[in-house]
């Protein structure tokens, strides 16, 4: 895939994934697996960068949050976080955060859409925005720098991953009372599972057509 496929394929318009909602306002969102029952709105906005390294090897760059966080510690995320009353949209917030977390200097993503926002079951409604870093750097050759408090380390997920439809799998685990389900991704250090996964999921399907 060249990076003019890819700039055209994050640019189609985002999918909506209906499920049954809570309240009205998740009607128009991913509840993110069967979320929906657990989430209590009003939901609180937030927004993490989906960034493509279009290096040798092209991949979608994840991070791994420190284990003394108070939430999701140890857990394999996009950089993002809340949306603050001053950022001027979900691309400033996430591009803002990807700065703070891991030194991500914003004007070198080039900005290529975003996916369908996603509700987690912490009550968040996240807008995943999908940005293109320069063509031919790897990973190394971005210079970035971690955040000691959040980030624990940087890492790709491959395209030729993400492209692959029997790459994720689904798993089954007890949770507050009940049987859940939820996504899991292939990688030989790292688990990915959780929203971070399921947006994956929606990426992949966006990638594929």
């Known amino acids: 895939m060249t990076h003019a496929d890819l700039r055209a394929r994050l640019a189609r318009p ?7 909602p809570l309240a009205a306002e998740l009607a128009r969102l991913d509840p993110g697996d069967d979320m929906a029952d657990v989430v209590q709105p009003p939901l609180k906005p937030a927004a993490v960068l989906v960034p493509f390294v279009l290096g040798p090897v092209p991949g979608v760059l994840l991070t791994k949050r420190t284990a003394h966080l108070s939430n ?3 857990q394999v995320s996009f950089p993002g976080g809340r949306i603050d009353p001053g950022d001027a949209s979900a691309e400033a917030a996430a591009l803002r ?3 703070e977390e891991i030194g991500l200097d ?7 859409g975003r996916l369908g926002d996603y509700v ?6 996240v ?5 293109l870093l320069p063509p031919g750097i790897d990973l190394d050759g971005l210079g970035l720098r971690l955040s000691a408090h959040e980030v624990d380390a940087v890492f790709e997920l491959p395209l030729a991953v993400l492209l692959d439809p029997d790459a994720p799998q689904r798993k089954r685990a007890h949770f507050r009372g009940r049987w859940r389900e939820f996504w899991v991704w292939p990688h030989s250090e790292h688990y990915i599972w959780g929203a971070t ?3 994956l999921v929606n990426l992949a399907a966006r990638l594929r057509g």
């Open 120 to 125: 987690t079951g912490t009550g968040y409604r």
């Open 72 to 74: 999701h510690a140890g």
């Open 14 to 20: 985002p999918v909506a994934h209906i499920e049954p």
């Open 197 to 199: 996964a399921g947006m």
């Open 127 to 131: 807008t995943p925005v999908l940005g």
């Open 97 to 99: 955060e990807a700065e």
């Open 106 to 112: 914003p004007a070198r993503v080039e900005l290529a």
